[in-house]
């Protein structure tokens, strides 16, 4: 689809080779501008959708992802539209991507990949033979462009987290378990007797992942790290077959946990507080295979989406800015380690712009500031104006004085990054 927006031109090009900023090689003007420029052509694409649509959309979406990544090969083609937005959203929490791809699916190749951003922008058409690999790996049923004309046809399929045997429904009934507008029982293999239906489904996810002892949201440290001593709660609670009322799944565990502390004392508090969290950020209703709800990441990022378009983007100092700022955003967090950064909207996209490249970035942050900076997009209004007065008093202490924008940027030695 081509659209005529505030970035369908392409990015600015520098006088000269050295010009422009560049921080850890990829936040870069040119690719501040092209991830604007993804953002734009997703959301104008939603827009020719209804609300419905839109909805039925993002679940087919978050299907075919999961598909994507399990058949991801080199060289591959550039993913659709709806995957690489899926990827995009998933590349957004820096933790749970860490998790679910390298950890707990896995799929280390896919994390280690970047998202294609000047491919996604020059958004050239298949080739017989793309086409023709596309069909190979995902069949006639799966479209390589979804729209709202063909997202209705074929199969929802999936193996169930119990039994391995495929869960198969018409993508309308689909839609409707995934949104939670049915929760009526259809036969199972695992059920025979009774069916299930989707909180069945998110309740087989824990159980699944409590057995395997790869629970999503407690495989990190604080930092960001791999931990080395398992979370120890994993290990003393028990999946729980039957949950009454079924929407109610991390009470059922809470008052198992509760038991168990008990007897186990105050060392696994800690433990005990961590997995509870996890069971209700990463599985009370989440039947996807993701540490996260992915659809309604999606659905966060369109407030973003609307604040960064009334910026006016002014070619190219507002993207060099975003790039500087940016650095000094990172400066202050290693600088104030206590505090919670808010970024500017600016800042916001060339940080999303690091993220993009997500072993890069971890690898950056790990290095530079000694933990990975984790992205979180969920933070409720009240809390983020409190934390945005902190901060912003933490900006405005400090003496970040550069050079004209017009020219090369560099830094003193006071500062910890080094910025061509």
């Given at each position: 689809?081509?659209?005529?927006?505030?970035?369908?031109?392409?990015?600015?090009?520098?006088?000269?080779?050295?010009?422009?900023?560049?921080?850890?090689?990829?936040?870069t003007v040119e690719n501040c501008y092209y991830y604007l420029a993804?953002?734009?052509?997703?959301?104008?694409?939603?827009?020719?959708?209804?609300?419905?649509?839109?909805r039925h959309y993002l679940a087919r979406a978050e299907v075919r992802?999961?598909?994507?990544?399990?058949?991801?090969?080199?060289?591959?083609?550039?993913?659709?539209?709806?995957?690489?937005?899926?990827?995009?959203?998933?590349?957004?929490?820096?933790?749970?991507?860490?998790?679910?791809?390298?950890?707990?699916?896995?799929?280390?190749?896919?994390?280690?990949?970047?998202?294609?951003?000047?491919?996604?922008?020059?958004?050239?058409?298949?080739?017989?033979?793309?086409?023709?690999?596309?069909?190979?790996?995902?069949?006639?049923?799966?479209?390589?462009?979804?729209?709202?004309?063909?997202?209705?046809?074929?199969?929802?399929?999936?193996?169930?987290?119990?039994?391995?045997?495929?869960?198969?429904?018409?993508?309308?009934?689909?839609?409707?378990?995934?949104?939670?507008?049915?929760?009526?029982?259809?036969?199972?293999?695992?059920?025979?007797?009774?069916?299930?239906?989707?909180?069945?489904?998110?309740?087989?996810?824990?159980?699944?992942?409590?057995?395997?002892?790869?629970?999503?949201?407690?495989?990190?440290?604080?930092?960001?790290?791999?931990?080395?001593?398992?979370n120890k709660m994993v290990a003393k609670v028990k999946p729980i077959?039957?949950?009454?009322?079924?929407?109610?799944?991390?009470?059922?565990?809470?008052?198992?946990?509760?038991?168990?502390?008990?007897?186990?004392?105050?060392?696994?508090?800690?433990?005990?507080?961590?997995?509870?969290?996890?069971?209700?950020?990463?599985?009370?209703?989440?039947?996807?295979?993701?540490?996260?709800?992915?659809?309604?990441?999606?659905?966060?990022?369109?407030?973003?989406?609307?604040?960064?378009?009334?910026?006016?983007?002014?070619?190219?100092?507002?993207?060099?800015?975003?790039?500087?700022?940016?650095?000094?955003?990172?400066?202050?967090?290693?600088?104030?380690?206590?505090?919670?950064?808010?970024?500017?909207?600016?800042?916001?996209?060339?940080?999303?712009?690091?993220?993009?490249?997500?072993?890069?970035?971890?690898?950056?942050?790990?290095?530079?500031?000694?933990?990975?900076?984790?992205?979180?997009?969920?933070?409720?209004?009240?809390?983020?104006?409190?934390?945005?007065?902190?901060?912003?008093?933490?900006?405005?202490?400090?003496?970040?004085?550069?050079?004209?924008?017009?020219?090369?940027?560099?830094?003193?030695?006071?500062?910890?990054?080094?910025?061509?």
């Amino acid at each position: 689809m081509t659209y005529n927006g505030k970035f369908s031109e392409p990015a600015p090009v520098p006088p000269t080779y050295d010009f422009f900023p560049n921080l850890n090689g990829v936040v870069t003007v040119e690719n501040c501008y092209y991830y604007l420029a993804f953002l734009e052509r997703f959301w104008t694409f939603m827009d020719t959708m209804s609300l419905q649509e839109q909805r039925h959309y993002l679940a087919r979406a978050e299907v075919r992802y999961e598909k994507w990544i399990h058949n991801h090969f080199s060289p591959m083609l550039v993913p659709p539209l709806d995957i690489a937005f899926m990827w995009h959203v998933h590349k957004l929490s820096p933790f749970r991507c860490y998790e679910d791809l390298v950890l707990r699916l896995p799929c280390k190749k896919l994390f280690d990949d970047p998202l294609p951003l000047y491919d996604l922008f020059k958004n050239e058409d298949l080739t017989p033979n793309d086409l023709k690999r596309w069909k190979q790996t995902f069949g006639d049923d799966e479209p390589y462009c979804l729209t709202s004309q063909n997202m209705y046809s074929g199969t929802y399929q999936r193996p169930c987290y119990r039994c391995q045997q495929m869960i198969e429904l018409p993508w309308p009934n689909y839609y409707d378990y995934r949104f939670g507008a049915n929760h009526t029982r259809f036969p199972h293999s695992c059920v025979p007797d009774d069916g299930i239906n989707f909180w069945d489904v998110a309740r087989m996810k824990i159980e699944s992942d409590l057995t395997n002892g790869l629970v999503a949201g407690t495989l990190l440290n604080p930092d960001g790290t791999e931990k080395v001593t398992p979370n120890k709660m994993v290990a003393k609670v028990k999946p729980i077959q039957v949950i009454v009322p079924q929407n109610e799944m991390d009470r059922a565990y809470e008052r198992q946990i509760q038991e168990q502390l008990r007897f186990l004392g105050s060392d696994y508090e800690y433990d005990a507080n961590e997995l509870l969290y996890a069971i209700r950020t990463s599985y009370q209703g989440n039947p996807s295979p993701f540490s996260i709800d992915l659809i309604q990441a999606v659905a966060r990022q369109r407030k973003f989406y609307f604040d960064i378009m009334s910026i006016h983007w002014q070619r190219p100092i507002s993207y060099i800015a975003a790039v500087r700022r940016y650095h000094d955003h990172l400066a202050l967090i290693k600088k104030h380690p206590n505090v919670k950064a808010i970024p500017t909207l600016e800042i916001d996209v060339a940080f999303h712009t690091h993220m993009m490249h997500s072993r890069t970035y971890r690898n950056f942050t790990l290095t530079q500031l000694e933990k990975v900076i984790n992205h979180d997009d969920d933070i409720p209004e009240s809390s983020i104006k409190e934390h945005l007065r902190e901060w912003q008093t933490v900006w405005s202490n400090q003496n970040l004085r550069h050079p004209s924008i017009e020219h090369r940027y560099r830094f003193t030695v006071s500062l910890f990054l080094y910025i061509k």
